[in-house]
């Protein structure tokens, strides 16, 4: 390896070690929603994954809608503009984002006693919605204040907020759901309290702190606004298209029992944890590549190509070699339930297989983002998952009684057709790119 390629992929992990931290433990967040509600029973954890699969389209629309700010102010950097003015239109869009998402996610609790799963889950389901959609104002503001900060290469305040969060949120879920002392045990509804404290104090604490980057009055940049959601409105249906996948298997193997309901959210924790390590070399990767976009230089656009394929690649190699080597004991951390450690044990062996696949299309994405292209992606991703991975996975889990274990294999599939697509794309755009630069 060249020295400077070397010395290009030592920059990208400084950048994105933070980063990295604070989406792995944005993950573990949720995690510790599985682990609590595990422990309280299967009716519980069931409950919470059919309704996470629900809300989380919904909720991931918005988030998407929030991914443009980074690559776009960084962007502004590199042309030499001024962009810590900016704070407050970042904050008035988010709020404005929660505000229609909470709408739409309240408009799914009528539909939850018509989609077949076990009467006794129903009412759970629909206080869990309900209460989590409060919990999007905290979230949407802090995502992006994050966005904001990023942009400017600020990433240690944030993704340390976000690694409190985790003992914050597993201890208000411990002590809402079972209930301590005068605490009443609460349950799903637990879950979801703990959840709009934890949010709305993440999202406050970023705001006081990015205030200190902003010395400008208060001024709305409608321009902005509009430039950030045109922008990432691909990006945000690309994570639509996905979790909607995601989210219908949920739904499926919730039509089939608890059990296949709560082993489904289990390894979808798994998976979407490890995902989170790529994600975040895929975030860095676009506000690094806007940078230099913005600065008109190709050389360094694409040795951080490179930097964040080896990063990616090699850290999905070796998480899929561990969850294929140690699926019982992984399993073991999240339930004490046998019956799921049994039947989890197959499905991480499919999860295994696809890491690599996973790493690279979500860091191919972060890539196309920062030289600001988005609807390709979105166009590969909806074909990927639509003509792919959910006919495959139906066909596999219900025509072929896999159940599960076939939806997943489906979701491999899918994800191994947009890697490579996504890889051929962007080496046909390589040269124009760099036409373009020169010109």
């Known amino acids: 390896m060249n020295k400077p ?18 989406q792995l433990s944005q993950m573990l967040i949720g995690a510790g929603d599985v682990i609590i509600a595990s422990r309280h029973g299967r009716e519980t954890v069931a409950a919470i994954g059919i309704a996470n699969s629900i809300s989380a389209p919904v909720f991931l629309i918005g988030i ?119 605490f009443p045990e609460l349950g799903v509804k637990g879950l979801a309290y703990a959840t709009i404290i934890v949010r709305s104090l993440m999202g406050i604490s970023l705001l006081i702190y990015a205030r200190r980057y902003s010395t400008a009055d208060f001024k709305i940049i409608k321009n902005f606004a509009k430039h950030v959601f045109k922008f990432s409105l691909p990006i945000s249906m690309s994570i639509f298209i996905e979790v909607l996948a995601f989210s219908i298997i949920m739904i499926l193997n919730g039509r089939l029992s608890s059990l296949y309901a709560a082993i489904h959210s289990i390894s979808l924790t798994l998976a979407s944890t490890t995902y989170m390590i790529p994600l975040a070399v895929s975030s860095a990767t676009s506000v690094k590549i806007g940078y230099f976009y913005g600065r008109r230089n190709f050389k360094k656009i694409h040795s951080y190509m490179k930097a964040s394929m080896i990063i990616s690649m090699t850290f999905m190699a070796l998480a899929g070699l561990s969850l294929y080597i140690f699926p019982d004991f992984i399993l073991s951390l999240f339930t004490k339930d046998q019956e799921l450690v049994i039947l989890g044990g197959s499905i991480l062996m499919v999860c295994a297989m696809f890491q690599i696949f996973d790493g690279a299309q979500v860091t191919l994405s972060g890539i196309l983002r920062g030289v600001g292209i988005t609807k390709p992606t979105f166009i590969i991703v909806a074909l990927g998952y639509w003509l792919i ?7 596999l889990g219900y025509t072929l009684k896999l159940n599960t274990l076939g939806f997943w294999i ?28 020169s010109n």
């Open 5 to 22: 390629l070397t010395t290009t992929i030592k920059e990208l992990l400084l950048f994105a070690s933070p980063i990295a931290i604070g």
């Open 64 to 182: 998407g809608l929030l991914l443009g700010i980074s690559p776009i102010l960084s962007k502004k950097r590199g042309e030499e503009s001024e962009v810590k003015h900016y704070l407050h239109t970042c904050t008035i869009y988010s709020l404005f984002i929660s505000i229609v998402f909470i709408s739409l996610t309240m408009a799914t609790i009528p539909l939850v006693e018509y989609l077949g799963f076990e009467k006794n889950l129903i009412p759970h389901i629909k206080d869990y919605l309900f209460l989590v959609s409060f919990s999007y104002i905290g979230a949407y503001l802090f995502h992006a204040i994050k966005e904001y900060l990023q942009a400017m290469e600020h990433v240690v305040f944030a993704n340390s907020v976000s690694v409190f969060a985790i003992f914050a949120n597993l201890g208000l879920n411990y002590v809402l759901v079972f209930g301590v002392m005068f």
């Open 389 to 395: 991975g959910l006919p495959l996975g139906y066909y």
């Open 410 to 437: 489906g979701l491999a599939f899918s994800l191994l057709a947009i890697s490579i697509s996504l890889f051929i794309y962007l080496r046909s755009i390589l040269h124009r790119i760099e036409q373009k630069l």
